[in-house]
């Protein structure tokens, strides 16, 4: 069994590197460079995962947090993506159960013309995909409409549909797969940078930075797959790769907002002025919308989160919802991701496809890949894997379909039965986010961490140990969600987690002064309403 993600397993792995025979090493640990060093390891290669800033930094981190099902693909004519996205929502399904909730989307109706071309739809995509049979569609009247989403304004209302998506978490995901690939033998190290790539005849030298250390180092593998999202196009570069298509960057940006302001029953699905569609979403005590879908320019972390963005959404949720207008001062908090896809001339963003595409350099012979999504990342990861291992010479069918996810060993039900009592939503979000690991938590003790209601110290405490959390953004972020859906972005317990932090990793009274500033400075950033309307 392989050693927890602990600093110390990151300390030891970076020091091996340079000795390793690797076959694979993989640029960006988003979910689909998790996903790739995962299959890649559960096939037997000797497999190598660098991630720049932290596991799910970037777009990984900052998606709808949905699992769909191909629904909204289907109008596009686009039959074999609906397929692979209805089975992969299934397949992730078995895999990571704690992740995959379903959840009810409710989309109203405005006639009955529309009415009926959506119960069409979505008869069709139920004979093309596979829904089981408790989350196949139903049409409600207005009247069924209004008693299960009692939010929606009535006034033009005919209807609605109704079908079934899967709520996750998408940097929870990103974590469980790299905890998985680490779990097959992967070396999985975050906060490392690639600084440079000489392909040669049989191996390519991929020159590293430790961007906490300092330290630098040079590694050698025989295959170098670039997943490194919106900066796949940057990553070529250094590899001196000529040529193929070039990423065209969209911003997707998220509202969130107090419960009680949009208090929604369900996941609504909402029109834009511009007749997208739209999304508001409940979770812990609050209500998200989103998202956009226009042009960025080159990539950024931290995409801004403009006045106009946020007023272009809020806009959709007041022409949806009833009850007093929903405004800039609602916001509690933002996120925006940008989306890599492939330039395709003459097409406005939401036109452009979402698959994914492979590219190799015949120059190099880097193999990069951009495009595709959060639902189907295990399906991209094969298709990879398979060119790897051919160009390899090695002979493994692919496994990633079998074996559960870290967390995803038992059923949510099985494992809250095995907790001890807890407050209310305590349990909860400790199976939503952690899954079967919750038991290892709460053994840890049940005490709440300062100024946090509902979370534990014990989380902090496992996080800091086996998933190699090394900033206050990495635990507060990505490993417990708080900075987005906490209404006070987990400022309120921040000295007691830093202190836990500085303890366990070492950190000087500077640094964790420094990363305290840090972690305010970013909260504020997400705080549209106090930004002045445009961080």
Same mark, same amino acid.
């Given at each position: 069994?392989?050693?927890?993600?602990?600093?110390?397993?990151?300390?030891?792995?970076?020091?091996?590197?340079?000795?390793?025979?690797?076959?694979?090493?993989?640029?960006?640990?988003?979910?689909?460079?998790a996903g790739i060093a995962r299959d890649a390891a559960l096939r037997g290669l000797a497999v190598a995962l660098v991630e720049r800033n932290d596991f799910a930094a970037g777009t990984s981190s900052r998606s709808s947090k949905l699992i769909h099902g191909g629904v909204r693909y289907l109008e596009q004519g686009d039959v074999a993506l609906v397929r692979e996205s209805a089975d992969e929502r299934q397949v992730l399904r078995r895999l990571a159960p704690h992740l995959t909730a379903p959840l009810l989307m409710v989309m109203p109706t405005y006639g009955r013309t529309m009415h009926t071309k959506l119960a069409v739809g979505l008869w069709t995509f139920e004979k093309i995909a596979t829904v089981p049979a408790d989350e196949r569609h139903a049409?409600?009247?207005?009247?069924?409409?209004?008693?299960?989403e009692p939010a929606l304004d009535g006034e033009r209302l005919f209807g609605a549909a109704t079908f079934t998506e899967y709520l996750t978490d998408d940097a929870r995901l990103v974590l469980a797969t790299v905890k998985g690939a680490h779990?097959?033998?992967?070396?999985?190290?975050?906060?490392v940078a690639v600084t440079g790539l000489d392909p040669g005849g049989t191996t390519t030298v991929v020159h590293l930075r430790d961007a906490l250390a300092g330290a630098s180092c040079r590694v050698s593998a025989r295959v170098v797959v670039n997943a490194a999202g919106p900066w796949v196009d940057a990553v070529r570069a250094l590899a001196g790769a000529a040529g193929?298509?070039?990423?065209?960057?969209?911003?997707?940006?998220?509202?969130?907002?107090?419960h009680a302001r949009l208090p929604i029953r369900h996941a609504v699905v909402m029109q834009t002025r511009d007749r997208r569609s739209a999304f508001a979403v409940p979770r812990d005590g609050a209500s998200y919308v989103g998202t956009t879908d226009t042009d960025h320019g080159p990539p950024v972390d931290h995409p801004a989160v403009t006045a106009?963005?946020?007023?272009?959404?809020?806009?959709?949720?007041?022409?949806?919802?009833?009850?007093?207008?929903?405004?800039?001062?609602?916001?509690?908090?933002t996120w925006a991701g940008l989306r890599p896809l492939l330039h395709e001339d003459g097409k406005r963003p939401s036109e452009i496809s979402r698959k994914d595409e492979i590219m190799v350099d015949a120059g190099t012979g880097l193999i990069s890949i951009a495009g595709g999504k959060l639902t189907t990342y295990r399906r991209m990861a094969e298709r990879v =894997?398979? #060119?790897?291992?051919?160009?390899?010479?090695?002979?493994? %069918?692919?496994?990633?379909?079998? @074996? $559960?996810?870290?967390? &995803?060993?038992?059923?949510?039900?099985?494992?809250?039965?095995?907790?001890?009592?807890?407050?209310?939503?305590?349990?909860?979000?400790? =199976?939503? #986010?952690?899954?079967?690991?919750?038991?290892?938590?709460? %053994?840890?003790?049940?005490?709440? @961490? $300062?100024?946090?209601? &509902?979370?534990?110290?014990?989380?902090?405490?496992?996080?800091?140990?086996?998933?190699?959390?090394?900033?206050?953004?990495d635990l507060l972020e990505r490993r417990t969600r708080l900075l987005l859906f906490d209404p006070r972005q987990g400022l309120e317990g921040l000295g007691a987690v830093a202190e836990t932090a500085a303890a366990r990793l070492g950190w000087t009274r500077e640094r964790t002064?420094?990363?305290?500033?840090?972690?305010?400075?970013?909260?504020?950033?997400?705080?549209l309403a106090r930004a002045g309307g445009e961080p």
């Open positions: 069994m392989a050693p927890p993600l602990s600093p110390e397993a990151r300390e030891a792995m970076l020091a091996r590197l340079p000795a390793e025979r690797l076959d694979l090493l993989v640029v960006g640990g988003g979910i689909t460079g049409m409600w009247t207005r009247e069924e409409t209004l008693r299960n779990a097959a033998g992967a070396h999985c190290v975050n906060h193929g298509r070039r990423l065209h960057l969209t911003k997707g940006i998220h509202l969130v907002v107090p106009d963005d946020a007023e272009y959404l809020l806009d959709a949720a007041n022409r949806c919802f009833a009850g007093s207008p929903v405004t800039v001062s609602d916001v509690t908090g =894997v398979d #060119l790897v291992c051919k160009r390899l010479g090695h002979r493994a %069918a692919c496994r990633s379909e079998e @074996v $559960p996810l870290p967390g &995803g060993e038992r059923s949510p039900e099985d494992v809250a039965r095995r907790l001890p009592a807890l407050p209310a939503g305590t349990a909860e979000r400790l =199976v939503r #986010l952690h899954g079967a690991d919750a038991e290892a938590i709460v %053994a840890r003790g049940v005490d709440n @961490v $300062p100024g946090l209601p &509902g979370v534990l110290r014990a989380e902090i405490a496992h996080v800091l140990d086996t998933e190699m959390a090394l900033t206050l953004e002064a420094a990363e305290v500033e840090a972690y305010r400075a970013l909260a504020a950033s997400l705080r």
